[in-house]
Nanobody, 118 residues
Framework: QVQLVESGGGLVQAGGSLRLSCAASQNILGINVLGWYRQAPGKQRELVASLTSTGGTNYADSVKGRFAISTDNAENTVCLQMNSLKPEDTAIYYC????????????WGQGTQVTVSS
């Protein structure tokens, strides 16, 4: 099992920044894909950003140029730097890990609330 614990959410005004962190219970070098998803009220959970073990990144079109995903291997954390926040970024943000060699393969954090006021 991989346990993921998010931190860094909160309330921010539009145009502001937040940095989310997710601490993994194992060495993240053994995780194939790390990512951040979000779910707004009444909407489906959607991918925000992901990072593969080979360094590939993927971002939702709505956050390209504003958000950046990164890892700290020494601390076994994955971070999401969010800049130029918009009210439509308001959601619960979830950390996700995909480990091909460890069933059930997909692991989730408990989520952290991000609220952007206009």
């Amino acid at each position: 099992q991989v346990q993921l614990v998010e931190s860094g959410g909160g309330l921010v005004q539009a145009g502001g920044s937040l940095r989310l962190s997710c601490a993994a219970s194992q060495n993240i070098l053994g995780i194939n894909v790390l990512g951040w998803y979000r779910q707004a009220p009444g909407k489906q959970r959607e991918l925000v950003a992901s990072l593969t073990s080979t360094g590939g990144t993927n971002y939702a079109d709505s956050v390209k140029g504003r958000f950046a995903i990164s890892t700290d291997n020494a601390e076994n954390t994955v971070c999401l730097q969010m800049n130029s926040l918009k009210p439509e970024d308001t959601a619960i943000y979830y950390c996700h890990a995909f480990v091909v060699a460890l069933a059930p393969y997909n692991f989730w954090g408990q989520g952290t609330q991000v609220t952007v006021s206009s």
